[in-house]
Structure formats: structure tokens, C-alpha cells
């Protein structure tokens, strides 16, 4: 099965700074999605961004964007300007494109927003 | 075009009893997922089903649990004879689209969140 590691537990950022947050999965597949899920204290899993392996170009919406290194099999989520709302659990995702459509989920990273 | 919607949101039982979750995807979604979130950890895929089928329960555990999603209704969870370890919040997600699509979204309910005593 597919393993999705992020190494940083807890994260902490100045307001309007910016801070990346970290992910790596093992996969020997080529044809996959990966994304990132914000998680606020509601609970609520909202799609932050997400990028499909095929492409070259890192995926960009809005104050986040993803640095996707194919090769190395690592997905990093960079967020700029940081907003108090962006307080919240991170977690990437990985999905086959080949077969299934279960997510696989790293363990999450705490992000803290310091005004 | 209302969201993902599971209720109870929150859900008490005593060890022994029975927990059931509903889940009732987007309009025009027909594929629903289950996961599972432990204290402190990322969800895990639990079940995947479609209308009157189970697709992939390669993460449910053997015994006590069991899913459906009929043709009419709520996708539901059931959970027999809980014990103090399936605490935990359980989320339901739909898609519009299945396996072999090109790229399909999977919108997340509320969850529920089980607390069993």
C-alpha cells in the first residue's frame, strides 16, 4: 500500500509570513493525484489544492501553491501571507490514478498562526 | 447544491451497543467513502461503495462492521457491539465520478464523531 509521510507535527508561522509544510509518499506508480486538506477545528475536510502527477507545473491557488518533485516523491504545500484563518490541521493526500479511488492519508501537521 | 451531509455529528454509546452513521452524498453523486480518524492521526480509508454495492472494504475491520448504500437513502455505517477503541470520527465523502476517471474530487461530510464510554 501507498504511504504518505509528513515529518513536521506542529508548525508555527508569523501572520503575513510564509511557511512550507512538508510531505513525502512512497508509490511505485507513475499515473497518481496528490493533495493537500485543510482541517479546521470544525472538523470539516476542505480541499486546499491538489496536483496530478502527469504535470510538470506545480499547482498554484491563490496564497498556496505546491513545490511537486516527482522524483524524489515529495509534494510540499507553501503558504504565503499567512492569515490567522489559515490556523488549522494539514494533511496530504495521495490517490492512485490506476487503481481505486481511496485516499491515502498522512498523519497531519498542526499549523499555528502567531499575530 | 447542499454539501456532504452525516448525521449524528456527535454520537454517544455504551460498550455493547450498536452505532449506526448516515452519510448522504452531494446530489448527483453515486460513490461514497468512508474513513475513519483516531485521535492525533490522518483519516483511513475504511469502505467504498456505490449505489447497491461495496467496491473496496479492504480497510474495514472483519467483524462488527458492516456498510450499505441502497438504491433510495443514506449511505450508513453500522457499527455492532462497540468497544472503547472505535472511538474515533468518522467521515463520509462522495464523488460524482468512479474508478478509471481522469481526476474525481471527493467532498467531504461534517463527520461523526463517536464517543463510546
Known amino acids: 500500500a501507498q504511504t504518505v509521510t509528513q515529518s513536521q507535527p506542529e508548525m508555527s508561522v508569523q501572520e503575513a509570513e510564509t511557511v512550507t509544510l512538508s510531505c513525502t509518499y512512497d508509490?511505485?506508480?507513475?499515473?497518481?493525484?496528490l493533495f493537500w486538506y485543510k482541517q479546521p477545528p470544525s472538523r470539516q475536510m476542505i480541499l486546499v489544492i491538489r496536483?496530478?502527477?502527469?504535470?510538470?507545473q506545480n499547482a498554484t491557488e491563490n496564497r498556496f501553491s505546491v513545490n511537486f518533485q516527482k522524483a524524489a516523491k515529495s509534494f510540499s504545500l507553501k503558504i504565503s501571507d499567512s492569515q490567522l484563518g489559515d490556523a488549522a490541521m494539514y494533511f496530504c493526500?495521495?490517490?492512485?490514478?490506476?487503481?481505486?479511488?481511496?485516499?491515502?492519508f498522512g498523519t497531519g501537521t498542526s499549523l499555528t498562526v502567531i499575530p | 447544491n447542499a454539501g456532504v451531509m452525516q448525521n449524528p455529528r456527535h454520537l454517544v454509546r455504551r460498550r455493547g451497543q450498536e452505532a449506526r452513521l448516515r452519510c448522504s452524498p452531494m446530489?448527483?453523486?453515486?460513490?461514497v467513502y468512508w474513513y475513519r480518524q483516531l485521535p492525533e492521526e490522518g483519516l483511513k480509508f475504511m469502505v467504498y461503495l456505490q449505489k447497491e454495492n461495496i467496491i473496496d472494504e479492504s480497510g474495514m475491520p472483519k467483524e462488527r462492521f458492516s456498510a450499505e448504500f441502497p438504491k433510495e437513502g443514506p449511505s450508513i455505517l453500522r457499527i455492532q457491539q462497540v468497544v472503547r477503541g472505535d472511538s474515533a470520527a468518522y467521515f463520509c465523502?462522495?464523488?460524482?465520478?468512479?474508478?478509471?476517471?481522469?481526476?474525481?474530487?471527493?467532498?467531504f461530510g461534517p463527520g461523526t464523531r463517536l464517543t463510546v464510554l
Open positions: 493526500a495521495y490517490r492512485s490514478g490506476n487503481t481505486g479511488n481511496q485516499f491515502y
Open positions: 508509490t511505485s506508480e507513475s499515473d497518481y493525484y
Open positions: 465523502a462522495s464523488s460524482p465520478l468512479g474508478q478509471g476517471a481522469v481526476v474525481d474530487e471527493q467532498f
Open positions: 446530489k448527483g453523486h453515486s460513490h
Open positions: 496536483q496530478e502527477a502527469y504535470k510538470q
